[in-house]
């Protein structure tokens, strides 16, 4: 069992910025991948980023890259979303997922992780 608990979200202007951060315990959480994801209203949920169980790989959504910077810290089982120029297209609700496949390749697709937090909320005005 892997339990992750965000942090973080809030109100921000356009222009802005917000660190997310997502706290893991549980099973060997070092050894996992993780992901970064989003829902807007009305929308499906979508994926922003994903980092490998060193960090040694990372990956992007099209529409976050070069804004977003995600981490992780496997000394305290916290993974990061560094979010700048913040867009009001950014605004959603946040949730960070474990795959749980120890030292397995990074992910994009939604089916590949077994573990969701209960997400942040993230709001940028205009």
């Known amino acids: 069992q892997v339990r992750l608990v965000e942090s973080g979200g809030g109100l921000v202007q356009a222009g802005g910025s917000l660190r997310l951060s997502c706290a893991a315990s549980?099973?060997?959480?070092?050894?996992?991948?993780m992901g970064w994801f989003r829902q807007a209203p009305g929308k499906e949920r979508e994926f922003v980023a994903a980092?490998?169980?060193?960090?040694?790989?990372?990956d992007y959504a099209d529409s976050v890259k070069g804004r977003f910077t995600i981490s992780r810290d496997n000394a305290k089982k916290t993974v990061y979303l560094q979010m700048n120029s913040l867009k009001p297209e950014d605004t959603a609700v946040y949730y960070c997922?474990?795959?749980?496949?120890?030292?397995?390749?990074?992910?994009?697709?939604?089916?590949?992780?077994?573990?969701w937090g209960q997400g942040t909320q993230v709001t940028v005005s205009s």
């Open positions: 549980g099973r060997t959480y070092t050894n996992f991948p």
């Open positions: 997922a474990a795959n749980t496949r120890p030292w397995g390749p990074i992910a994009t697709m939604i089916s590949a992780y077994d573990y």
């Open positions: 980092i490998s169980w060193n960090g040694g790989s990372t």
